[in-house]
């Protein structure tokens, strides 16, 4: 685990060796399955989502239980753990659910600081890889949304991100938070037609669902507000992913392919282009190691640290996939090319969690700024 920061101390932003350990295994395990030409596959099925890839990821390697205490099952570790998980999904843009359960909804059940009950028997079973967990609110949300009033549960929600591949759901309403079976009575799951097709969309209807009451309103608002606040500073760690690949590919081709006997590479405004993006890229990744550090640390800075992250990694993770596709030239604008895969995921994640501007208005309202 990575030890607390004191209050005034600089963040830490470089990585362990446990950190690189981790690196190096889940980008062995995404390289044999989860390499270009079969997620492009699975986005054409109607099962996205490889079973044995996600097994081998949640348990084969622990990734599932990362911010799970020992106590309840999982690993220990912290948000930096999962950062570097987060940024190996993003480099291969993996149809995986580990945002959406392994940060978000376990983090909302952490939040509850449940030691036993329902609560805790559910973060045992998302940190063994048993189930797969989804919080029921807008992919866009940056806050707690209620669902319905009181009672039995009605409501129709979405999109709600990895529903199609979840076993519970985790419904905030008016009188708490709940815990619903995908297939219980009354809930109904209706996939939707995502921009990334690597990151499912469902919309959920429920009608007169009934679930395990988790918390009481006022604990669950709390939870979910922490849940979507580890998203968001997570997130930019996938978008970091995204953006590193997108450079690194974009290089590579660019020294590869030749016009009038020399690289395309070599010509100056290629490079001009190319040098900008490095530049956008390693300040990105101090903002997402930053976010990282105050969500793992418990920073009070925490919300200023996710709000730069996510306003800045955001366009960043865009910009480097569109570049992507315009320096491939006329490769870049096929389906064969993963490059489309990383500019659709780049743009759906600029909206998750609360967009870019929203973002920047939070910074600005932290800092006591003009409103940008």
Known sequence: ???????GQAPDLLYSEAEEDLRAAVRSLLADRADAPSVIARTESDTPYDPQLWKALATGIGAAGLLVPEELGGQGATHREAAVVLEELGRSVAPAPYL???VVATETLLALGAQDGPAAGLLAQLAEGRK???LAVPF???????????GSLDATLGPIADASAADVLLVPTADGLHAVATDAPG??????????LTRPLATVTLTGATGSRLADAGASARAVDRGLLAGAGLLASEQLGIAEWCLTETVRHTRE???????VGSFQSLKHRMAQLWLEVVSAR???RNAADALATGSPDTPLAVAVAQAYCSKVAVHAAEECVQLHGGIGMTWEHP???YLKRAKADATAYGTAGRHRETVAALMELPAP
């Not at 685990?1 to 209050?7: L, N, Y």
């Not at 809930?187 to 990334?196: A, G, I, Q, S, T």
């Not at 392919?257 to 690289?263: E, I, L, S, V």
């Open 187 to 196: 809930v109904r799951v209706e996939p939707l037609v995502p921009l990334d």
């Open 100 to 102: 959406t359960s392994s």
């Open 257 to 263: 392919r030749h016009q009038f006997n020399r690289p």
């Open 132 to 134: 797969v967990a989804v």
């Open 1 to 7: 685990m990575t030890a607390q920061t004191g209050v």
């Open 140 to 150: 866009s949300a940056a806050s707690a949304v209620p669902a319905a009033v009181t």
């Open 339 to 341: 490059a489309h895969l």
């Open 286 to 288: 101090a903002a997402a």
